[in-house]
């Protein structure tokens, strides 16, 4: 009976862990790896929620124009492994990120470095080991 268990159980992790997996596999073929944005501008906007955190951001453009963008981070619980936290990234404040844009053209993007402006990076993108990736 306890073999039994095992075998199941490790059949279920085995399971769920492609699934999570797959799953963010799509990352590249949402996103571009080969077209790195670094931005500087005002969180407005904080969702610290599952299946991924993000924020949105607001860029002023030469002219004045006003860009929002949509970045898109790993699960909290992951975020946590590289140093962010839901006090982390805060509304009103000045941040720069370095991310992936939609290879759509919108102004969704998947983070890959927070700069903070005391100077402090957190590598958001190796919190789902895309350490691999450019």
């Given at each position: 009976m306890k073999i039994r268990?095992?075998?199941?159980?490790?059949v279920f992790l085995s399971v769920v862990s492609a699934a999570t997996i797959?799953?963010?596999?799509d990352v590249l073929a949402k996103f571009d790896?080969?077209?790195?944005?670094?931005?500087?501008?005002?969180?407005?906007q904080v969702q610290w929620q599952n299946?991924?955190?993000?924020?949105?951001?607001?860029?002023?453009?030469?002219g004045g124009k006003v860009v929002s963008w949509q970045v898109e981070l790993a699960p909290p619980h992951l975020l946590s492994n590289?140093?962010?936290?839901?006090?982390t990234i805060a509304v009103s404040s000045s941040?720069?990120?370095?991310?992936?844009p939609a290879r759509d053209?919108?102004?969704?993007?998947?983070?890959?470095?927070l700069k903070f402006p005391?100077?402090?990076?957190?590598?958001?993108?190796d919190a789902l080991g895309w350490k691999q990736f450019p």
């Open positions: 268990f095992a075998i199941l159980a490790a797959a799953a963010h596999h790896s080969d077209k790195e944005v670094t931005i500087t501008g005002t969180v407005i299946p991924h955190a993000s924020f949105v951001i607001d860029l002023k453009e030469a590289v140093g962010v936290t839901r006090d941040l720069t990120v370095t991310m992936w053209g919108s102004h969704i993007a998947t983070g890959r470095m005391n100077g402090k990076q957190l590598k958001v993108g």
